[in-house]
């Protein structure tokens, strides 16, 4: 599963754009806690979150998430939008609540429907 299928699914949108679209991706991961999202986010891992600022940015880079997803209508700040933009952190957003973005996302990933 790759971050352009994520991105192709009706639930979600692109924010920022990835350079690399075809980066696959490992699973899904919830998470409002930085600290937290800093010592247990997968590489490659999906981020669903509400988090909306440059922290976020930061840690998703130190885990080397595939991407963010802003849930439940969150929309990006215009300078979290450019920072992303400028350090190729693909962000996405969805009107989902968390945890159902996040199986969203597991049920593309596995093929699957729950």
């Not at 754009?17 to 999906?46: F, I, K």
């Not at 930061?58 to 997803?69: K, N, P, Q, T």
Request: with cysteine.
């Amino acid at each position: 599963m790759t971050i352009d299928e994520i991105a192709s699914m009706d639930a979600f949108t692109y924010v920022t754009m990835p350079e690399d679209g075809s980066r696959e991706v490992t699973r899904p991961y919830c998470c409002d806690l930085l600290s937290a999202a800093m010592r247990s986010a997968p590489e490659g891992g999906v981020w669903c979150t509400i988090m909306n600022n440059n922290n976020t940015l930061a840690v998703a880079s130190l885990a080397d998430c595939a991407c963010i997803i802003l849930c439940d209508d969150v929309q990006p700040q215009p300078e979290v939008i450019e920072k992303a933009t400028e350090q190729d952190i693909c962000v996405m957003k969805t009107k989902l609540p968390i945890f159902e973005a996040a199986l969203e996302v597991y049920n593309k990933i596995h093929g699957t429907e729950v």
